[in-house]
């Protein structure tokens, strides 16, 4: 049974930094607060009481008949260990001691431990199918239950049962391993400032200096994309992609080789050719097939467009270089660098130019505020200690009533041994039942200078999973917030990434920071035209993720970084030789394996959703339909039923392949 940690990751951004915010002396978080884990020995002991409250209630659990509170001891049970294991979990992404976060880790197995042989516990299994549930909230808690001890095994003879829960193990351990070697990686790349030609001098005037005085810049999303967008020699680029595509190396490579065939032989225990097989039958695209139609429809459209496009910057680069067109070629490292040359000379938009509009605090102050305006929900700050002096804590409340909702945290900066990219935990789950507050942890690494546009859409991304997790009112702590089918999941974050190309939502800037100059209009229509240059050749690549993907856990069960090399190889830029790029693809070390391609599905029902605002994008009455009827609903409804109950109609893919043609 996996983990009840929620994580969700998303794309990587570098966003902005801010500073500490004085808390209003009324304002208090509705939740527990957060573990202090000073040291690894209170890790440690946070851990025996954890896994010692979870035994035992688990003992009594086994005990109950399975009458009509059984589904809330159950789910009583699942917020105990929530709560024990999720602090725990989540501090091994973000704590800034190595010691602590190695400690956290530990702890991690041993309750991997507990929930796998948890999820071949035949009383409860039994019990869970004696139950009769009173209406479709509790049908679906126990369907999910019951498929849950399924998919752990539970129904499988005994030699197959032990070694489904020794692969669960295993592959709980290896995919730790994987994820510490790509947040432990300290790797500088040095630089003159002749080789930083082009890359602003804002962007590394500040960063550390080898012996030689040359300027190290780190991996991390605010370094990678200020070489890689601006750096003027070619030969820099390359050195920042091959450093970046190094990351996690051949160790990682050989651990996500053993993901790959410790998935297949999982798959296999239950009668499933592969992996694909055994983990599409739940999802939204029900199976391998449909899975594949969909992304042949999103290559088709795309396509045409693709090669017009690296046309385009094969041209740029011929220019720029005072090279012969058909003698220039277009390398990994050049794609994002020329994208953004035709942006600037096509559309005169240039992304630095939008930082000194997008002051870091104030930005977070900006997306907090369009929650507000739209959804009901106002954040304040709150005085605490946490896991490091620059994280945030806000308490969530409804507007309307006043009523504490949930607790944000938000960690903004870049720093050794936090999680690079950018995503939020939902530590807690919110239950009507219990009168629980829901709890998520916002975790970016943000540019101190300010926001481009493409990471104020990043950050508004990601306020959008945790707006899932603290606008949750459902029911059963187990059924809340992101806890929803994978392929479903990034539709609420992805829907709203368009409010930020929005005038009127823009506005509302100015609301929060009076002295902040608004973004010339004429900036923002160029802008929301460059945005659509550049589309086929992202939506090809995420083809190429989603369908590497699903061909490294189809029954082959293929050797990761050889089906690599033959994928991208076939693509019309290629292959660099010598870049591992599966090494460091954490999502496929984590919860996406045989999953990627909900990025591109979940983006069809966010288009989908976005058309219900298509009038006015902070409509109050429409927010608050949508956050009553999808985001409050969780998982106690199927995806179908809450697109049918907002948009009034089925869902379909309209609007996505419309927008492909923009």
Known sequence: MPTTLRWLCATLAPLAAAAAVAAPPAARLPGPAFPAFADPAAVAAACDRGLAAAGRQLQVLERRRADAGWIAAMDDLNVTIEDASGPVSFIVNVHPDKAVREAAQACELRWQDFLSTLGQNRRLYDAARRVKPRDAIDRAFLQETIDNFVDAGVGLPDAPRQRAKALNDRM????????????DDATRVPYTQDELAGVP?????????DEQ?????????????AVMGHAEQAAARERMYRARYAMGGEANLALLGELVRLRHEY???FGYASYDDFVLRRRMAHDLGRAQRFLGEVKAAVAERELRELRELRDEKARHLGTPPEATRIERWDAYFYTERVRRARYSVDQEAFRPYFPPQESLRFVLKVAERLLGVRYTPVAARLWHPDVQAYVATDVRSGKPLATLYVDLYPRDGKYNHAAVWSLRGASTRLNRTAEAALVVNMDRRGLTLDELETLLHELGHALHNNLSATRHASQAGTSVLRDFVEAPSQMLEDWVYDRRVLALFQEVCPACRPVPEAMLKQAVSAREYGKGVQFARQHLYASYDLALHAADAPEPQATWVRMESATPIGHAEGTM??????HLAGGYAAGYYGYLWSLVVAMDLRTAFAK????PAVGLRYRQRVLSQGSQRPPEQLLRDFLGRETDAKAFFADLQK
């Open 581 to 586: 790029l599966p090494a460091s693809f954490g």
């Open 201 to 209: 001098e804002a962007g590394w005037k500040d960063r550390p200096r």
């Open 267 to 269: 798959a296999g225990l």
């Open 172 to 183: 709980t351990e290896v995919g730790q391993v994987f994820a510490k070697n790509v947040r």
């Open 213 to 225: 005085g040359r300027v190290l810049m780190g991996l991390d999303g605010p370094s990678f994309d």
């Open 616 to 619: 006015d994008r902070l409509d």
